[in-house]
């Protein structure tokens, strides 16, 4: 699969730039220092999975530094992929021009495509199984069936890296990165990292339930909280189909602007 | 490569490259036959459409219109076989600069769908060709305009090419590097490659291209070997004369009928001649007495300034 030679390229890249991914896993460690465990200290215990539904609270609850984690796993694999193919592929589609020789090869635009979401989405799976092994240090394992966080990553990353791939070429110059901070910030407040769906009055828990980030992390924190199940489903159909819509758009105008 | 005796390596009728959504139109309906074994070249003017014909060549820029077989396949069809078989070195150098010099020809080759030993053989043969070997380890970022040149050749050679196509190969670089460069090209074409290659330095044209065409405004104004191109429209000898300012007018007036052409520029007469001393006494005869003169052969950038003007096209 020509695709994966990319992969070849950005792994020879990484021999020299490891570290690179260590600082990305610093960042969710950083929020669970000081939101999980801080905050944490305050809070006590949540009452588990979905405190609105009429079960609430019949989990027992959970304490708050492990409710937090899950929500930053799947917002590392987010950000880990959509990094990758928003402003690391900014850089090699307009500044390096790095595809411009690579098309001159046998490899096609769609191999490109495909190469570059296969790298995100590995790159967010590395953040996040980064995360877990501290995650892990910190106790915070709830059950086994945390390790489902390591496909689940893989889809999320694949999702995201998409729809950065969609994005990317929306972009007509570096200050238009305000727009996608724009749209990820309050979504990564919003979408139940730091507290259940049930605080939210019903019509803002349906906005919230469409956020892609909100299907990320319930596909996340439902096995890592020890109930993984066929709601699984729902997050991980929402996810896939929309990172079928980000290759979907990509690709046309991925194809014009290289092959000018 | 029998297959390929007597059909020709590269064939285009009528091609034509318009950009949109600007609607401009680069190549103009250009037709050109290429044989194998020769070294082609496209001169012309900056905006003339040598580049956007290489990337149509190249298989990377879609056609709008006409038709170009490349190694007797479809470009438009059958693009990935081509590029398969065809070595590019583009005008600007598109090294991969998180990479290291050696590590760029190691992934180029992996490119191609080539193992991974032959392409690692490959890779310290090229560095050699290229006289790169002990910057093997280095950033592409620390190598100068000339060995970066040399890299991206060495790169479009990887795949051991039918067909190295340079855009403007040496431009940007200081002498000792272009002919280096020049006997780099001049050892791939005694040992069969085929080159077409796209410059506005008349000196390199006439060093490396068998054969060539100049290119204006996307068409293609003239074409034939470097020699024949000379007879055809400059002759044979140049008489370069230089009188007082101001006299420029009255002068050409005077040296009218001396040569087969005559042409003023704002500080310079060139007479187009068979011969350029007779012409020079001629010039005496009538009375002129030119602050310098000078007889030169012609060459191919009297050429390239009759077919394509003297106006700044940029």
């Not at chain 1, 749209?183 to 990292?193: D, K, S």
């Not at chain 2, 950009?19 to 050109?32: E, L, N, R």
């Not at chain 2, 007469?269 to 001393?277: I, K, Q, V």
Request: hydrophobic fraction near 45%; proline fraction near 6%.
């Amino acid at each position: 699969m020509p695709a994966l030679l990319l992969l070849e390229r950005n792994l020879l890249i990484y021999r020299h730039t490891w570290y690179l991914l260590l600082a990305e896993v610093l960042e969710p460690m950083l929020y669970q220092l000081t939101i999980g465990v801080g905050i944490g200290q305050l809070v006590g215990h949540v009452p588990g999975l979905d405190g609105s539904g009429p079960g609430g609270g019949s989990t027992g609850g959970i304490g708050y530094s492990a409710y937090v984690a899950p929500a930053l796993l799947a917002t590392a694999a987010m950000n880990g992929a959509m990094n990758e193919t928003t402003f690391n592929m900014f850089a090699k589609l307009k500044l390096q021009r790095v595809y411009d020789s690579i098309l001159a090869t046998p490899m096609t635009v769609h191999d490109v495509a495909v190469g570059e979401v296969c790298w995100a989405l590995l790159r967010g799976v590395l953040v996040t199984a980064g995360f877990l092994a501290v995650v892990g240090a910190f106790g915070l394992v709830q059950s086994a069936w945390i390790l489902l966080v390591i496909p689940g990553a893989a889809v999320v990353g694949f999702a995201f890296a998409s729809v950065g791939l969609a994005v990317v070429t929306f972009l007509r110059g570096w200050a238009d990165f305000q727009f996608i901070q724009l749209a990820m910030l309050p979504m990564f407040l919003f979408a139940t990292t730091f507290y259940p769906l049930g605080v939210y009055p019903r019509p803002v828990q349906i906005a919230v339930e469409c956020l892609p980030l909100y299907q990320s992390i319930q596909l996340i924190r439902l096995p890592a909280l020890g109930e993984p199940g066929p709601a699984l489903l729902v997050p991980v159909v929402y996810l896939l189909l929309m990172g079928a819509l980000g290759l979907r758009i990509a690709l046309p105008r991925m194809q014009r602007m290289l092959l000018h | 490569m029998t297959e390929h005796q007597g059909t020709p390596l590269v064939e285009a009728e009528g091609l034509r490259k318009v950009y949109q959504p600007s609607g401009f139109t680069a190549v103009d309906g250009i037709d050109f036959a290429l044989a194998p074994g020769e070294a082609f070249g496209f001169l012309g003017p900056n905006g003339a459409g040598k580049s956007s014909t290489m990337r149509m060549i190249s298989c990377v820029s879609p056609l709008s219109g006409g038709s170009l077989r490349v190694l007797g396949l479809d470009a438009a069809t059958r693009g990935a076989e081509i590029r398969a078989r065809i070595g590019v070195v583009p005008q600007e150098d598109t090294l991969d600069e998180e990479l290291t010099v050696r590590e760029n020809l190691l992934i180029y080759g992996r490119y191609f769908g080539l193992p991974r030993a032959v392409v690692r053989e490959r890779a310290d043969r090229l560095l050699e060709f290229a006289r790169l070997t002990d910057k093997a380890g280095e950033q592409v970022s620390a190598l100068s305009g000339g060995m970066k040149r040399r890299l991206t050749i060495a790169r479009g050679l990887v795949n051991e090419p039918e067909i190295l196509l340079l855009d403007e190969p040496t431009t940007g670089l200081d002498p000792q590097a272009r002919h280096l460069l020049w006997e780099r090209l001049y050892q791939l074409k005694s040992e069969g490659v085929s080159l077409i290659l796209t410059t506005h330095y008349m000196d390199e044209a006439e060093q490396l291209c068998d054969r060539l065409v100049v290119m204006d405004g996307g068409r293609i104004v003239a074409g034939g070997t470097p020699r024949e191109l000379i007879e055809a429209h400059a002759g044979r000898e140049v008489l370069e004369i230089r009188v007082p300012p101001g006299e420029q007018a009255v002068t050409a007036e005077k040296l009218q009928g001396l040569a087969d052409r005559l042409e003023p520029l704002p500080d310079r007469l060139l007479l187009y001649t068979e011969d350029g001393e007779t012409a020079l006494a001629g010039v005496h005869v009538r009375g002129i007495v030119p602050i310098t003169a000078l007889v030169r052969r012609a060459g191919l950038e009297d050429v390239f300034l009759t077919l394509t003007g003297r106006t700044l096209v940029d």
